[in-house]
């Protein structure tokens, strides 16, 4: 089955910087890869997502870079904010035609300092 | 994207008891909904797979007889913990599946067994 390996497990950055977290999988036939922001005793939310056909997505301040070949996938938050701390984690999944199930990394908890 | 309940959010029972929990898709029919378990500062582990009208997908090492769960309708899926103990303490949560890969999560149940 699928495996994914998430990197930091803690990240700490300071207001305005970036961060990045990186993630890999195992099925090279995995194809779509979310990404959930959870802020503790909730639920996740997902923030931003890629499929394969794509190399790069963006959504104003976050980003997301997918490389098949080297299967692995990365997300980039510019401008970081003290509401961004949370824990993050990624995801892969295969498309079956239906709804699929996702596999997850380990997360990485993110502190944004003042 | 899905609008996700879940009830009850909170739960505390005895050990030996079982407990439900109710999954609802407020705005989307769910042909499958997805059930998880989150230790404390870890991942999601997918349990199994809920699939409307049939039977449930459970994953390796989950004990189908011992978590219950049913799918009568497109906007309800219940996760029932048979004769729970301690170490099933754990915060539950569902999530939605839709068409597109993209899956929503309910708010979680945070089980506590004494």
């Known amino acids: 089955g699928e495996n994914v390996e998430q990197h930091p497990s803690t990240l700490s950055v300071q207001e305005g910087d970036s961060a990045v977290i990186k993630c890999t999988y195992s099925d090279s036939a995995s194809n779509y890869f979310p990404w959930y922001k959870q802020e503790l005793g909730k639920r996740p939310q997902l923030i931003i997502d890629i499929r394969s056909n794509v190399g790069e997505k963006k959504d104003q301040r976050i980003a997301v870079t997918l490389n098949k070949t080297a299967k692995h996938f990365s997300l980039h938050i510019t401008e970081t904010q003290p509401e961004d701390s949370a824990v993050y984690f990624c995801a892969a999944s295969r498309n079956t035609g239906t709804a699929s199930k996702l596999t997850f990394g380990t997360g990485t908890r993110l502190q944004v300092t003042l | 994207g899905a609008v996700v309940s879940q009830h009850p959010s909170r739960v505390i029972c005895k050990s030996g008891t079982s407990v439900k929990i109710e999954c609802r898709s407020l705005?989307?029919?769910?042909?499958?909904m997805f059930w998880y378990r989150q230790f404390p500062k870890q991942s999601l582990m997918l349990m199994a797979t809920?699939?409307?009208?049939?039977?449930?997908?459970?994953e390796q090492g989950v004990e189908k007889d011992k978590f219950l769960i049913n799918h009568a309708s497109l906007t309800l899926s219940t996760l029932t913990v048979t004769s729970a103990h301690p170490e099933d303490s754990s915060f539950y949560i569902c999530s939605v599946g839709t068409g597109a890969d993209t899956q929503y999560f309910g708010p979680g149940t945070r089980l506590t067994v004494l």
């Open positions: 705005d989307f029919q769910a042909t499958t």
């Open positions: 809920s699939n409307e009208g049939s039977k449930a997908t459970y």
